[in-house]
């Protein structure tokens, strides 16, 4: 016999077997009663999920091509409660196909369509599941056969539908486009899901492992395993759960997520304040039980920050996170980056509205620590803080800070009231650098030296320019051994002492030095009160006082500077007013004092003050405007010295 007379046999046989067979399932549609077909059916399926299934719609049996039993509009885990658990529109059963060429009907795999799976947890604590977890245990005891039964369960187009009942609220949440595979105990003990689902318009890739699924269904320890993936946020867990007597669940947890801003925003809906919260990543030992979620060993990373320590999170009702974390640098700028206290052309107040969403969603007991911090262009050095957030208003404690070449202390507190914001600081400079001090928070560069600074002030506002003028509080400074940037006093005073009226000249440049500075404020809705300003130098001293606006940002001061020491008999004291805005000030000697103090000006005052002085008028002027006399007379010659 030849190859190919071997081969057509073969195929010949082949094709008899699969006629054969074919011609078999067509029989059994004809032989095996529709009705025991969906009985054998719906007995497995309560066999194997512990659930019974109510069928209110029709069956439809197929033998060919392969053997499939379709019931329509089914209940699985209907209690009598009204919220069934599972409502699917289709349950397709395929058959084992040699069971049923002899005539014994077994089920490989089951697959729910566009189902609706309702999860409904109460106030008590239980679930509308607790009575069918215990069914799915009972049907899963090691002494019951399980070899002949299913192993697989699909879901297509699903949808799980979660409510919350607690502390008085009704939430319900919603997982839409449920496509999952599950791996149902059959000779094995684990539990094995894998698919996907939408939630809050982002698909997720999931899957979920149980190592025992029985223990876990009684509440048991069972090795869980749980991944997360979208693209706002990644989660994985490792480790086992257990929930008798009460929850408890621990080992490592991880999340990562491109932006914890974007993230936060996807879970609840609500906005972060200012800037920052971008790319974040967290690893730590978890322990969960009793509404606490305790995270040791954490490290964590957000906007490129790096920190260590633990934290604790309150998932009972209102969310709640406390922690200790330390980072050897810590960058702020990304969350002040958002904050514009300036409008674009840095010489008004920053007047768009300030919101504060999302503030109120949650408590916050946080203690900080870092070796160097940097904000904008301030760099600290050893600081530590606590923040602390209690129905939406944030406080933080500095207890010491290693600033501006000085320390820190003090606090800060932000709230949200009436469609804007209220704020109010309490701090303390020591021994800081006036000129960076200045230079950074106030974009002021007129002050140098070191100094003590005191702040306490508070208002609030719609606006960085609305909270500027409910401004109130006080403040103080006292400085030493500085020196007033762009302007020479000294050199003005010397000029104006030997020519009275010989103009003010170029004087807004240079440096005035001094020994001691004192500087006492009080403010009420944005106007400062100057109650005393004495500056002390080697050559000047200068007293003033006055009034400034916080909101327009200007000046209007008056006082007095003394030279020194001077040339003639007494100190030369000038009285002056100082006028314009902060950044850039005018500076203006008092004209009378000059008059008075000029021998060819001062009949000028009297003479004005009569009618007919025009000759005497016109007679001062012509002395300040005539030009030397230059001698007809020659002076000798200088002797000349002898060789």
């Known amino acids: 016999m030849t190859a190919a007379t071997g081969l057509k046999r073969l195929a010949i046989a082949v094709v008899a077997v699969v006629a054969a067979a074919l011609v078999t399932l067509v029989g059994l549609s004809f032989l095996i009663p529709a009705a025991a077909v969906r009985d054998a059916v719906n007995d497995e399926i309560r066999a194997v999920t512990g659930l019974e299934p109510t069928l209110r719609g029709g069956v439809a049996v197929s033998f060919f091509p392969s053997g499939t039993v379709t019931f329509h509009d089914v209940l699985l885990g209907d209690d009598g409660s009204g919220e069934p658990a599972v409502v699917a529109d289709q349950l397709t059963a395929h058959l084992r196909y040699f069971p049923l060429l002899a005539g014994r009907i077994e089920i490989a795999d089951v697959t729910l369509v566009r189902p609706t799976i309702t999860v409904a947890f109460l106030p008590s604590g239980g679930s509308n599941w607790s009575g069918l977890i215990k069914s799915l245990a009972r049907a899963l005891e090691p002494d019951r056969d399980r070899?002949?039964?299913?192993?697989?369960?699909?879901?297509?187009?699903?949808?799980?539908?979660?409510?919350?009942?607690?502390?008085?609220?009704?939430?319900?949440?919603?997982?839409?486009?449920?496509?999952?595979?599950?791996?149902?105990?059959?000779?094995?003990?684990?539990?094995?899901?894998?698919?996907?689902?939408?939630?809050?318009?982002?698909?997720?890739?999931?899957?979920l492992t149980l190592?025992?699924?029985?223990?876990?269904?009684?509440?048991?320890?069972s090795g869980v395993k749980l991944r997360l993936a979208g693209t706002p946020l990644k989660i994985a867990f490792d480790g086992a759960a257990s929930y008798q007597p009460t929850l408890k669940i621990e080992g490592t947890l991880s999340a990562e997520s491109p932006s914890l801003r974007d993230a936060m925003h996807w879970t609840d809906g609500n906005e972060l304040p200012f800037g920052g919260f971008g790319r974040f990543a967290l690893r730590?030992?978890?322990?969960?039980?009793?509404?606490?979620?305790?995270?040791?060993?954490?490290?964590?990373?957000?906007?490129?920050?790096?920190?260590?320590?633990?934290?604790?999170?309150?998932?009972?009702?209102?969310?709640?996170?406390?922690?200790t974390l330390a980072a050897d640098t810590l960058d702020l700028t990304p969350y002040v980056g958002g904050i514009r206290l300036l409008a674009a052309n840095e010489s008004t107040w920053d007047q768009l509205p300030i919101?504060?969403?999302?503030?109120?969603?949650?408590?916050?007991?946080?203690?900080?620590?870092?070796?160097?911090?940097?904000?904008?262009?301030?760099?600290?050095?050893r600081t530590a803080i606590a923040a602390n957030m209690r129905g939406g208003k944030l406080d933080v404690t500095i207890g010491e800070?290693?600033?501006?070449?000085?320390?820190?202390?003090?606090?800060?507190?932000?709230?949200?009231?009436?469609?804007?914001?209220?704020?109010?600081?309490?701090?303390?400079?020591?021994?800081?650098?006036?000129?960076?001090?200045?230079?950074?928070?106030?974009?002021?560069?007129?002050?140098?030296?070191?100094?003590?600074l005191?702040?306490?002030?508070?208002?609030?506002?719609?606006?960085?320019?609305?909270?500027?003028?409910?401004?109130?509080?006080?403040?103080?400074?006292?400085?030493?051994?500085?020196?007033?940037?762009?302007?020479?006093?000294?050199?003005?005073?010397?000029?104006?002492?030997?020519?009275?009226?010989?103009?003010?000249?170029?004087y807004r440049a240079g440096r005035t030095p001094f020994k001691h500075l004192a500087l006492s404020l009080k403010i009420a809705q944005g106007v400062v009160s100057v109650d005393d300003l004495r500056i002390d130098g080697p050559a000047v001293h200068i007293a003033a006082g006055g009034q400034a606006s916080v909101p327009t940002?200007?000046?209007?001061?008056?006082?007095?500077?003394?030279?020194?020491?001077?040339?003639?008999?007494?100190?030369?004291?000038?009285?002056?007013?100082?006028?314009?805005?902060?950044?850039d000030p005018i500076v203006l000697p008092d004209v009378q004092s000059l008059i008075r103090r000029s021998g060819a000006a001062a009949p000028l005052l009297e003479a004005v003050k009569d009618r007919n002085a025009g000759p005497v008028v016109r007679?001062?002027?012509?002395?300040?405007l005539a030009a030397p006399a230059i001698s007809s007379n020659p002076p000798p010659p200088a002797p000349k010295s002898s060789e």
């Open 553 to 583: 940002r200007d000046l209007d001061l008056k006082g007095v500077a003394t030279l020194v020491s001077s040339a003639h008999a007494g100190n030369f004291a000038l009285p002056f007013t100082v006028q314009g805005q902060w950044d």
């Open 211 to 221: 190592s025992d699924f029985p223990a876990a269904l009684t509440g048991n320890h």
């Open 454 to 506: 005191a702040l306490n002030i508070e208002g609030s506002g719609s606006s960085v320019l609305a909270v500027t003028s409910t401004l109130d509080g006080t403040a103080s400074l006292t400085a030493h051994d500085g020196a007033l940037a762009g302007i020479n006093v000294e050199q003005l005073l010397r000029r104006l002492e030997r020519r009275p009226l010989s103009g003010n000249g170029d």
């Open 284 to 323: 730590a030992q978890s322990q969960i039980g009793g509404g606490l979620v305790s995270l040791t060993g954490v490290n964590v990373e957000l906007d490129g920050n790096t920190a260590e320590g633990v934290l604790t999170l309150s998932t009972d009702g209102h969310r709640t996170v406390e922690g």
């Open 401 to 452: 800070s290693q600033a501006f070449g000085g320390t820190a202390t003090g606090s800060l507190g932000l709230a949200s009231v009436d469609g804007g914001v209220a704020v109010d600081s309490h701090l303390q400079f020591t021994d800081v650098d006036l000129q960076n001090f200045f230079g950074q928070v106030f974009r002021i560069h007129k002050l140098e030296g070191r100094g003590n």
């Open 147 to 207: 070899t002949a039964l299913f192993s697989e369960i699909g879901i297509q187009d699903g949808s799980v539908v979660i409510h919350n009942h607690y502390a008085g609220k009704d939430v319900t949440d919603r997982l839409d486009d449920v496509e999952f595979q599950l791996a149902w105990p059959s000779i094995s003990r684990s539990f094995g899901a894998n698919g996907h689902f939408v939630w809050h318009h982002e698909p997720i890739e999931a899957s």
């Open 355 to 381: 919101a504060l969403n999302g503030l109120a969603d949650f408590d916050l007991d946080l203690r900080l620590s870092a070796a160097s911090v940097k904000i904008a262009t301030a760099r600290l050095g």
């Open 619 to 624: 007679s001062v002027i012509d002395k300040l």
